[in-house]
């Protein structure tokens, strides 16, 4: 007998079951950050590559949600993209290796067997597909709904976010809405 609750049972059933290969495959692939309103992704299938995070720059007057936004999930959508970039590059020497010599040690990390240092990054299984990478490693790019402006304010105020457009960490474009336009962020602008 189905019942509505039926798809929650399963799902939450799934989510502790080890039989499931990868469930790590779900941060896997991203490279794309949206910032803005679902109207602008709605027709789109994006294949689970993008964070999504709704922003309406029309009630933002005063830009201090923009600003949030960028100061903190933009940098977290940066370090769980540069993790799985590294961790795919060479997941020996950036990444942990394979999940399956892993031992716990405390609440600090991982180590691989009984005498090793600590590892770094995403186990193998996160990042590739046995000798293939499944995450494929680039840069995040960030598409912001809102004035040029507005984001370049935001961007001038807080040298951390300077760090990561200037030296291309994380690549920008602004849809200035208002003309229908998409803008790259380019710091060699003359």
Known sequence: MWSRKDPHTKAARRSVDWAQVRPEWGLSRNNLL??????????LNLQGRAFLHSYDHRQDGSGKLLEAIMTAPLIVAQWINMEHYFSTVDNEVYGSGSKVYHNIVGRVGVMSGANSDLRLGLPAQTV??????????????????????????????????????????VLLVVCEASEGAFYHYDIMRG
């Open 128 to 169: 590739l597909d046995g000798p293939m990478p499944y995450h494929e490693p680039m840069r995040l790019l960030t598409v912001i709904e809102a004035p040029r402006a507005r984001v370049e304010s935001v961007i001038a105020t807080h040298p951390g976010l300077e760090r990561l457009f200037h030296n291309e960490w």
């Open 34 to 43: 949206i910032i803005g309103r679902r109207e602008l992704t709605r027709p």
